[in-house]
């Protein structure tokens, strides 16, 4: 699975959108790029995936750029509850009957800040 | 939905005792289970996967004998720490693979905080 490189940490104000980028240059043409979170000291909470195409659910859009190296999460309202690590994992989709792991680095840390 | 638990959601224990901690699919079943350790300000690192009634798959470097994983259902696999001594304090993660359309996804439970004395 390919790697992806975050920067360590942002900042971002309260009400305001939070744009989190994530490059993965080498990823392949059957790689999903996932996004996950990690409030201090819980466990994982999956936020959205997808392919090449833009994702949006109720929680974050997720946006690809045509050649797929790279991508950017958005929290379009970010609150102090979405202060945690983000996690950005390219993996070739969780097929059925093909468990492949997830293979984590050290994410984003963001700061929300009143 | 799909929730994961783990029991206990914190323990201390003595150097040298072993720990079981408990990881559960409330509402589906999970024929894989992954368990992972976290060190403060690190990433998660995987140790094994846990295959329903099948024995576990244990990543390099990671000692089969002294962390036992059972799966014997489709709802829960055991993490048990044997002899642990404190260097083994860490935060324990296990996840659940859930068949989503024609995916299997992975959902998290909140952890376990090990600290041993």
């Known amino acids: 699975d390919a790697k992806t490189t975050q920067p360590p940490s942002m900042d971002c104000a309260e009400g305001r959108a939070a744009n989190l980028p994530c490059n993965h240059s080498?990823?392949?043409?059957?790689?999903?790029v996932y996004w996950y979170r990690q409030i201090h000291s819980q466990g994982p909470q999956y936020i959205i995936h997808?392919?090449?195409?833009?994702e949006t659910n109720e929680m974050a859009s997720l946006i690809i750029t045509e050649d797929r190296k790279s991508s950017t999460l958005i929290l379009p309202h970010a609150t102090l509850r979405d202060t945690a690590v983000y996690y950005c994992?390219?993996?070739?989709?969780?097929?059925?009957?093909?468990?492949?792991?997830?293979?984590w680095g050290l994410g984003t840390s963001l700061a929300v800040n009143p | 939905g799909a929730v994961v638990s783990q029991h206990p959601s914190w323990v201390i224990c003595k150097s040298g005792t072993s720990v079981k901690i408990e990881c559960r699919s409330l509402?589906?079943?999970?024929?894989?289970m992954f368990w992972y350790r976290q060190f403060p300000k690190q990433s998660l690192m995987l140790m094994a996967t846990?295959?329903?009634?099948?024995?576990?798959?244990?990543e390099q470097g990671v000692e089969k004998d002294k962390f036992l994983i059972n799966h014997a259902s489709l709802t829960l696999s055991t993490l048990t720490v044997t002899s642990a001594h404190p260097e083994d304090s860490s935060f324990y993660i296990c996840?659940?693979?859930?068949?989503?359309?024609?995916?299997?996804?992975?959902?998290f439970g909140p952890g376990t905080r090990l600290t041993v004395l």
């Open positions: 997808g392919l090449k195409n833009n």
């Open positions: 994992i390219v993996h070739r989709g969780v097929n059925a009957g093909n468990n492949r792991k997830l293979i």
């Open positions: 996840s659940a693979s859930k068949r989503t359309g024609i995916y299997n996804e992975q959902f």
């Open positions: 846990s295959n329903e009634g099948s024995k576990a798959t244990y």
């Open positions: 509402d589906f079943q999970a024929t894989t």
């Open positions: 080498t990823i392949s043409g059957n790689e999903y």
